[in-house]
């Protein structure tokens, strides 16, 4: 369970949000207006940004003359270096120089508010208003659909979708394509081990990498940021047969092609995770503390894993079970059964 301390700060920072967008949008039809400038924030882990990407795409269908800038976080910035929907990408509040006629927050901060209440758009939209709204119906949807609420006022019918997508360069698909000849691999399997948290990691990644090469002759690759390279490491010498990483060689939209060339990937709640789903793989997420549902892997090709104890949701710091996670009562053999599923 969160803490009381920061269940009531995240409530303040709703309820600041929603009575400025009131302030804001009080009296105008806010789908009169045609924006030239859009500033959208988007200050979140990768696996956020993944299930924010069709927001840029809608806007850019109903606005196609309008300037789009995203603020976000700087380590998301390479998931969007090759988005034709945004006109200006940067991490820094510092950069937002112009007046912007809609203003549209997909996350809510004291910093995004301040900024809002300083620089008053025309129209304001934002996370705060939607999840309020679904938490008084009883319902906290997939964060793909969240983002798709926040702009639905705005968005023509013609132009919602709820398909993610992100867009890989040429070079990004050769640099896979050169990382598989160069190494001889054919068909493979990815795996993350890692996740930002360590009540997010299963401890049979091993004895999953042994049954896929030994009974489906997939080789292994290894994907992770240069945080995860030693542990990676650690785990390569546990097997008797080769396996490869990408772990810290590889950006977010890199992974990304390599992700849509694999035949399966196998992960933990992580923003690779995220990607993989994204990008069009098969994919097998390992969840624990997290929430059910609302971060699942987005789309028909994805498998999930989910032991839910009557902890869950917690603030994935402090486990009541240490002796035995919720994310290490997941079974080799359950894992394997999605993986049969999923690759016949």
Known sequence: MKSFSKTWREKLVYLASMLLNKAINRGKDIKAFTPKHILCIRQDE?????????????????????????????????????????????????????TYDIMIDLRGTWRSILFSLTHWPKVRLDRATVRF??????????????????????????NRNTSPQIFTSKPDKKKAEDFLIDNNIGAFVLLHIGARKTLRKWNQFAQLATYLKKQKNLNIVFTGDKYEVREIKKLQSTLAFETYSIAGFFNLTELSALAAMSKLYV??????????????????????????????????????????????????????????????????????????????
């Not at 938490?135 to 023509?156: C, F, M, R, W």
């Not at 402090?318 to 690759?343: A, D, F, G, Q």
């Open 46 to 98: 990768i696996g956020d940004m993944c299930y924010s990407l069709h927001v840029f795409t809608m806007l850019k269908q109903q606005f196609p003359d309008a300037k789009i800038t995203l603020l976000c976080k700087p380590a998301a910035i390479t998931l969007l270096n090759n988005n034709p929907n945004i006109t200006h990408l940067t991490s820094n509040f510092g950069d937002l120089i112009h």
């Open 133 to 158: 709204a679904n938490s008084k119906a009883g319902k906290h949807t997939h964060e793909v659909l969240t983002n798709l609420q926040v702009v639905e006022p705005i968005i023509d019918k013609q």
């Open 267 to 344: 992960g933990n709640e992580s923003g690779p995770l995220h990607i993989a789903a994204v990008s069009g793989a098969k994919c097998i997420g390992l969840y624990g503390p997290g929430e059910p549902y609302v971060f699942y892997p987005w789309g028909n090709k994805s498998e999930v894993i989910h032991p839910i104890l009557e902890c869950n949701p917690c603030n994935q710091i402090h486990c009541v079970h240490p002796e035995n996670p919720c994310i290490n009562r997941i079974m080799l053999s359950e894992v394997i059964e999605k993986v049969e599923r999923l690759l016949y």
